[in-house]
């Protein structure tokens, strides 16, 4: 009876590094995918933020009373502390990021090097299986020598 080759032993574990691998790929397209969206998210503040300053210095705070100017500097504050938040947020997500994309690098390896060595098995096997076969030729082409003796 025939054992199981190395390489073929090894297929399931190849498996499993190949979908952890793809996991954390998966993972770090959607981690890429939040980041970018939070990046967004901060360049619409800004850009709303300019938007307004703009125009209240357009008009040049005419027509405000005391307390639309109150109004105005209330609401332009909270939008700065959105603004801010939304950068600690950012800084966050992107160390996040790096952990993920680090983690992928890291299964990544790992599903190489299992490659690599189900490779060196295959090339192993067939060496020995070329060298199997070889002596069996070199056999069967004795045979008729000694016969003929």
């Known amino acids: ?20 691998e793809q996991a954390a790929v998966q993972k770090l397209g959607q981690s890429q995918q939040f980041l970018d969206a939070q990046r967004a998210r901060l360049e619409e503040l800004c850009a709303y933020r300019n938007q307004y300053s703009q125009s209240f210095q357009t008009s040049g705070g005419q027509g405000l009373n005391a307390n639309r100017l109150q109004d105005y500097r209330v609401f332009l ?3 700065n502390e959105a603004i801010h938040q939304q950068e600690a947020i950012i800084v966050q997500c992107t160390s996040q990021h790096e952990l993920t994309r680090q983690q992928w690098v890291e299964t990544r390896s790992r599903h190489q090097a299992i490659d690599k060595v189900i490779e060196r098995y295959r090339s192993e096997e067939q060496k020995n299986s070329d060298r199997l076969e070889q002596q069996e030729q070199d056999e069967r082409a004795q045979r008729p020598m000694n016969k003929s003796r």
């Open 1 to 20: 009876m025939h054992a199981m080759s190395r390489s073929k032993r090894m297929k399931p574990v190849q498996r499993v590094a190949e979908s952890r």
């Open 77 to 79: 504050s909270r939008l």
